[in-house]
């Protein structure tokens, strides 16, 4: 069993900053994938980036070259980087890890807010 403990989320202008946390705890040899997801209330849940053990990153288009995803493998915690936030970045961030066995856990998510 892994648990997923976030924090970062809040709320920012347009062009800010913030930076989100997470930190796995319990079974944690057992990650391999870490990475991000956000959900709107009209919209599916989307990958925003995800970063493997070996330090191999994924990101959604609409992310790239603004958000940077990284991981501490000592502390078991994977952070991402949000610069240049946009109004349509707003939406609940969930964190997710995916095990060697391939089992998917997810974080309770943490709202974050760009305004206008």
């Known amino acids: 069993q892994v648990m997923l403990v976030e924090s970062g989320g809040g709320l920012v202008q347009a062009g800010g900053s913030l930076r989100l946390s997470c930190a796995a705890e319990?079974?944690?040899?057992?990650?391999?994938?870490m990475g991000w997801y956000r959900q709107t209330p009209t919209n599916q849940r989307e990958l925003v980036a995800h970063?493997?053990?070996?330090?191999?990153?994924n990101y959604t288009d609409s992310v790239k070259g603004r958000f940077t995803v990284s991981r501490d493998n000592a502390k078991y915690t994977v952070y991402l980087q949000m610069n240049s936030l946009k109004p349509e970045d707003t939406a609940v961030y969930y964190c997710?890890?995916?095990?060697?066995?391939?089992?998917?856990?997810w974080g309770q998510g943490t709202q974050v807010t760009v305004s206008s």
């Open positions: 970063i493997n053990s070996k330090g191999i990153t």
């Open positions: 997710q890890t995916i095990t060697w066995g391939l089992t998917t856990y």
């Open positions: 319990g079974d944690i040899r057992t990650i391999n994938v």
